[in-house]
């Protein structure tokens, strides 16, 4: 019995030596993206905006002369992520004018489903005739940003941004943050043709 005390003391006065338990402070991933640089896009569409040189990839498709309508894809490889640009001509009656708007504003809404919230800016810029509105989406909703802009009489121009992931809106925010910026810039430096 003497020696099962004599172990148990042992034990106990081993064990309260050891430092307190101080648990770790919580960390964040950091992540430092470059600071944007921005040049003149150079590609035949009736606009030109600028772009961000971290996107090293600027490519249209889906041309339809007939029509007047353009799609271009922003790729940012290292972000993951593509900021996709659909130009559309507006018809002389403006008719089609009211359905480009209608289809943006419910292309936005169907992620209502999905998200936490929409938040929406209205952007105006009457010097280069531009007007328009750029949509937030918060939550883990497929699209993290759409806009559409428009000169009220020729153009018709709407921007979505998509990462090539699952929709994680926690691990995305850095990345869909610094593109919502892009995609400001691109609405600032719009200048129809």
């Not at 005739?129 to 153009?155: C, P, R």
């Not at 929709?167 to 995609?183: E, G, H, R, T, V």
Request: proline letters at 4%.
């Amino acid at each position: 019995m003497k020696n099962f005390l004599c172990l148990f003391l042992i034990v106990v006065f081993s064990i309260s030596c050891r430092e307190d338990y101080v648990p770790k402070p919580k960390a964040y991933l950091r992540l430092d993206y470059p600071k944007a640089n921005y040049v003149k896009s150079n590609i035949s569409v009736p606009f030109a905006f600028e772009t961000n040189l971290l996107a090293t990839k600027l490519k249209m498709n889906d041309v339809n002369a007939t029509t007047e309508s353009y799609g271009i894809n922003i790729e940012y490889p290292s972000l993951k992520g593509t900021i996709f640009l659909t130009y559309k001509a507006v018809e002389g009656n403006k008719k089609n004018l009211i359905d480009f708007l209608r289809d943006a504003q419910n292309f936005t809404q169907k992620h209502n489903i999905k998200a936490d919230g929409i938040l929406e800016t209205v952007y105006e810029n009457s010097e280069k005739k531009t007007y328009g509105m750029f949509y937030e989406v918060e939550g883990n909703a497929a699209s993290q940003s759409q806009f559409y802009l428009t000169d009220s009489i020729n153009h018709f121009l709407t921007g979505s941004l998509y990462f090539y992931a699952k929709p994680n809106y926690d691990s995305i925010l850095p990345a869909a943050n610094y593109l919502q910026k892009d995609i400001k810039h691109i609405m600032e430096t719009v200048e129809w043709k």
